[in-house]
C-alpha cells in the first residue's frame, strides 16, 4: 500500500478540475504538492484557496520537454524529489479527425499524450535514482475505451495513454513504483474552454470557434462529477494498486457490451501452415503477461 505523507506529489492541469481534487486530497493526505498548470491566473486563484504552505504553483506547458525539465528542477529545489507524478492535463477539440488540420493534431497530441510522456520521461529517471518507490497515475478517459465519430483526436491521444501506462506499470513494478490509469467519464472543469489556451503558433487550419456549442458544453460540464469525488477515488485506487481507476462507475454495463461485441469478432478459422510454432510462441508470452500483472499488483 501507498503511503503518502511526507511525499512530493507533482500534478499537472493542477489548478481545475480534476487536478485541483487531487491537489487538496493529497495536501490532506500530508503530501507537499506541486500544482502545475499552463495558466498562470488559475494557479493564482487556486492558491488563495489553498491555505496550505506546502503546496506550490509551477507554470508550465505539458508538451514542452525543456518546460518539465525546469518544473522538476524548481519542485525538487524547494519540496525534494517527486515520488507521485499526476499526468493530469488535457485539452480537448470537439470534431471529427476529416475536419481536423495538422496544426489541430499537434496541438491535441501535445498536451494530451507527449504530455504524459514528457511527464514520465522526465520524473521516471529521478524517480528510480532516489530509490523512494512511488505511484504514477496517467489521466485517460472513458474515451480511451469508448470511440466515437468525435472527438476523434482526443480518442486518439486517450487509447494511447493506456498502451503507454500498462508497459509502464509493469516495466516499473520492480522499481516499487505503481502505475493506474485513471479513466473518468463527464467531469466538473474547464476543458471546454481548450480554445483559451491554444498556442498561435497551432492555429493553422483551426476551425472557428463554435460558441454556442462551447455554450452547450459548458453546461453538461456543471453537472459533471466533482473534482474532490473523483480524487479521493483516485486515492482508494492507488491504495488498492489497481491498473485501471474507474471513478464512474455507471460506464460497467456498457464497457461489458463493447467488450462482448470485440469477443463476437473472432473467427475459428482452420489452423494455417505456421499454427503450431505461433501459438507455442504465444503461449509463452501469454504467460510471461499473465506473470507481470501479478507482480506489478504486488509493487506497492
Known sequence: MIDFAGRTAFVTGGANGIGIGLVRALLAEGCKVAMADIRQDSIDQALKTLDNQMVM???????SRDAMERAAD?????????????NNAGINLFQP??????????WVMGVNLHGPINGVMT??????NAGNGGYIVNTASMAG???????????????AVRGMSESLRYSLAPHGIGVSILCPGLVKSYIY??????PKALLAGAKPIDTENVKRLAEFHEFGMEPDVIAARVLDGMRDNRAYIFSHPEFQEELAELFNEYLADFRDYPNDPGYEKRTGFEAFRRERYKEARAAARKAT
Request: proline residues 4%; glycine residues 8%; without cysteine.
Open 57 to 63: 504553483g509551477v507554470q508550465v506547458d505539458v508538451s
Open 123 to 128: 520524473f521516471v529517471p529521478r524517480m528510480i
Open 145 to 159: 475505451w469508448l470511440a466515437a465519430g468525435s472527438p476523434g483526436i482526443y480518442n486518439t491521444t486517450k487509447f
Open 97 to 106: 479527425i476529416e475536419d481536423s488540420s495538422y496544426s489541430d493534431w499537434d
Open 74 to 86: 524548481a519542485v525538487e529545489a524547494k519540496f525534494g524529489s517527486v515520488s507521485l507524478l499526476f
Open 193 to 198: 474552454a481548450s480554445d483559451d489556451v491554444r
